[in-house]
């Protein structure tokens, strides 16, 4: 059983950056895949970025390609989305995950193939 925990998001104006960061207990993060997804009022929750179980794959959505980067950190047991040149659309609660799939491309962006997530957090980001 993995725990996940996500903070960092909070209210900015257009144009700045925030860094999300997940916090996993419970077990090593070395053993998962993990994603971002978001999800705004009235909408479904979307795939936003995943990151392979050794960080060398990452995967984004084509609505945050060069703005958000994701990473990560084993040692620490840590994922991290850094979202740069936010706008009012990237508002919404973000949410990380973990999956147990051993190769998750071509899977990634499928929120069914994570096993676990967090509480969200949320981002608002005014014009």
């Known amino acids: 059983q993995v725990q996940l925990v996500e903070s960092g998001g909070g209210l900015v104006q257009a144009g700045v950056s925030l860094r999300l960061s997940c916090a996993a207990s419970?077990?090593?993060?070395?053993?998962?895949?993990m994603g971002w997804f978001r999800q705004a009022p009235g909408k479904e929750r979307e795939f936003v970025s995943t990151?392979?179980?050794?960080?060398?794959?990452?995967y984004y959505a084509d609505f945050v390609k060069g703005r958000f980067t994701i990473s990560r950190d084993n040692a620490k047991n840590m994922v991290y989305l850094q979202m740069n040149s936010l706008k009012p659309e990237d508002t919404a609660v973000y949410h990380c995950?973990?999956?147990?799939?051993?190769?998750?491309?071509?899977?990634?962006?499928?929120?069914?193939?994570?096993?676990?997530w967090g509480q969200g957090t949320q981002v608002t980001v005014s014009s």
């Open positions: 995950a973990a999956s147990l799939l051993f190769n998750i491309a071509t899977r990634y962006s499928n929120p069914s193939n994570y096993n676990y």
């Open positions: 419970g077990r090593t993060l070395s053993g998962y895949a």
């Open positions: 990151i392979s179980r050794s960080g060398s794959d990452t």
